[in-house]
């Protein structure tokens, strides 16, 4: 089945540095999905890429999908504590809009 | 818009008991139901889908007879972790989607999550 590899594992950033995330897949996808979850909280959606080498902003977050749409990135600039939390890339497109999750990348920032 | 709930929140219980959970979209119909569980640290892990009416699909190593999902109406589907054993605690979240057109239409929304103690 499809299968979403998700680097680094873990991240640990001092405040106001930059933090990124990165996905990865054999196969190409037809759409990639971002979500965060908050220790103890449940994933909360962020955004959606569709179309190849697509960008998109929120603020400090950037996301790109890859030319190829096998590759996309979460990029956040100048970090805040209010950042923490597990960034998750969800690989979408299949029956019933079932997602398949990367691993997630645990992120910690220290003040 | 677009609340999921889950119902408990947490339940503790001993072993050979079952235990039944809840997920209501309580403002929007939800066409599927996802029904995943997730370990301390780790990702979500699909355990099946569920579309109101029908049988659930369950993905490859999920015991249909122990993860028994109805899907009842198109606002509430149920998990029940039957005759529970202590490697079934975990942290266990359903998500819903069903926001038909428009740029949200894949999206998933996700429940609270129900943390399962088996002792």
């Known amino acids: 089945g499809q299968q979403v590899m998700q680097i680094p594992q873990y991240q640990h950033v001092q405040e106001g540095e930059d933090f990124t995330t990165y996905c990865n897949s054999s196969t190409t996808l037809s759409n990639i999905q971002w979500y965060k979850q908050r220790p103890g909280g449940h994933p909360v959606f962020l955004i959606q890429l569709v179309k190849s080498g697509e960008v998109k902003k929120q603020k400090r977050l950037t996301f790109q999908f890859g030319e190829a749409k096998k590759n996309s990135s979460l990029h956040i600039t100048a970090t805040q504590t209010t950042d923490v939390g597990t960034y998750f890339c969800a690989a979408g497109g299949t029956s019933y809009g079932k997602l398949t999750f990367g691993q997630g990348t645990i992120l910690t920032v220290h003040p | 818009g677009a609340v999921v709930s889950q119902h408990p929140s947490w339940v503790i219980c001993k072993s050979g008991t079952s235990v039944k959970i809840e997920c209501r979209s309580l403002?929007?119909?939800?066409?599927?139901m996802f029904w995943y569980r997730q370990f301390p640290k780790q990702s979500l892990m699909l355990m099946a889908t569920?579309?109101?009416?029908?049988?659930?699909?369950?993905e490859q190593g999920v015991e249909k007879d122990k993860f028994l999902i109805n899907h009842a109406s198109l606002t509430l589907s149920t998990l029940t972790v039957t005759s529970a054993h202590p490697e079934d605690s975990s942290f266990y979240i359903c998500?819903?989607?069903?926001?038909?057109?428009?740029?949200?239409?894949?999206?998933?929304?996700f429940g609270p999550g129900t943390r399962l103690t088996v002792l």
């Open positions: 569920s579309n109101e009416g029908s049988k659930a699909t369950y």
């Open positions: 403002d929007f119909q939800a066409t599927t």
């Open positions: 998500s819903a989607s069903g926001l038909a057109g428009g740029p949200r239409d894949n999206e998933q929304f």
